[in-house]
């Protein structure tokens, strides 16, 4: 990360809260937020960057997701299944979305990433 960087990393158990903040503490470019990344994030975007790890905003995205990308930023997501049969609402959500620009790459020959881009 840049000297002049900021990472904000939500997570709502209090023990994994508490020792990221630990692990964190030396690096003022770093915050840690013990909550749910849908009500803490809101208010802190807009993001360059937005690493969706888990929760059920990964699972089950919503409009309000795009708010917090500044324009021309980007959304990643890791260890998805590349070529998973029937409905996938995950990758319809980003791969179809009028307001960004996404892709699926292959990290491993059975994990998949998706990269979006929200336009300006
Ligand atoms: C795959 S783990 C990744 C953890 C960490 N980023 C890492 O790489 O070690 C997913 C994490 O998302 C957290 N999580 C679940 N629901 C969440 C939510 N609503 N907002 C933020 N984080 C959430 C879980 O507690 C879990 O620690």
């Known amino acids: 990360m840049a000297a002049?960087?900021?990472?904000?990393?939500v997570e709502p158990n209090p023990d994994l809260a508490a020792v990221a903040a630990e692990l964190f503490a030396d690096d003022?470019?770093?915050?840690v937020v013990h909550g749910d990344a849908r009500d803490v994030l809101p208010p802190l975007a807009p993001f360059d960057l937005l690493f969706?790890?888990?929760g059920p905003?990964?699972?089950e995205p919503e409009e309000r997701l795009l708010e917090l990308i500044a324009p021309g930023g980007v959304v990643v997501m890791d260890d998805l299944t590349p070529g998973r049969p029937g409905p996938d609402p995950v990758r319809q959500?980003?791969?179809?979305?009028?307001?960004?620009?996404?892709?699926?790459?292959?990290?491993?020959?059975?994990?998949?990433?998706?990269?979006?881009a929200r336009l300006p």
């Open 52 to 54: 969706l790890d888990g």
């Open 57 to 59: 905003w990964k699972q």
């Open 28 to 31: 003022p470019r770093v915050t």
């Open 4 to 9: 002049d960087a900021g990472l904000v990393t």
């Open 93 to 116: 959500f980003w791969l179809d979305h009028p307001r960004v620009l996404a892709t699926e790459l292959l990290t491993t020959p059975t994990t998949a990433a998706i990269v979006a």
